[in-house]
Nanobody, 117 residues
Framework: VQLQASGGGLVQAGGSLRLSCTAS????????VAWFRQAPGKEREFVSR????????YYADSVKGRFTISRDNAKNTVYLQMDVLKPEDTAVYFC???????????WGQGTQVTVSS
C-alpha cells in the first residue's frame, strides 16, 4: 500500500488548508489513519487519527477545535481540514496507515505546510 499526501502550501495565519491522504489500493485491513507533523529541529508529533470503521476521531491538544479529520471510504482517502492556522503549525505533515493497534505500517511522503505571520 502506498500513501499519497497532498494539499500543503503557504498560507497566512488565520487561514485554512485541507490535506488529503489517499491509499493506492483498497484494503479491508485498515485499522486507522493518522496525521503526524515534523517541524525543523523538532521530533515528529501526533496530530490526529481516525478509526477506519467507526470514524472515531482523536486530536492532539494543540490542534483540537481547529483541525478536523474525516474519511471517504469509497475513495480510500482521509482529509485533514486545518482552520485558524498558526505559525507554529508550520511543519511537514505525514499521513500513516495502521492495520492494527500496534502502530503504523505505511507512511506517506509528507507535504509541507507553511503558515506565515
Amino acid at each position: 500500500v502506498q500513501l499519497q499526501a497532498s494539499g500543503g502550501g503557504l498560507v497566512q495565519a488565520g487561514g485554512s488548508l485541507r490535506l488529503s491522504c489517499t491509499a493506492s489500493e483498497r484494503t479491508s485491513s485498515i485499522y486507522d489513519v493518522a496525521w503526524f507533523r515534523q517541524a525543523p529541529g523538532k521530533e515528529r508529533e501526533f496530530v490526529s487519527r481516525i478509526l477506519w470503521k467507526s470514524g472515531g476521531a482523536y486530536y492532539a491538544d494543540s490542534v483540537k477545535g481547529r483541525f478536523t479529520i474525516s474519511r471517504d471510504n469509497a475513495k480510500n482517502t482521509v482529509y485533514l481540514q486545518m482552520d485558524v492556522l498558526k505559525p507554529e503549525d508550520t511543519a511537514v505533515y505525514f499521513c500513516a496507515l495502521g492495520t492494527s493497534v500496534s502502530g503504523y505500517t505505511y507512511w506517506g511522503q509528507g507535504t509541507q505546510v507553511t503558515v506565515s505571520s
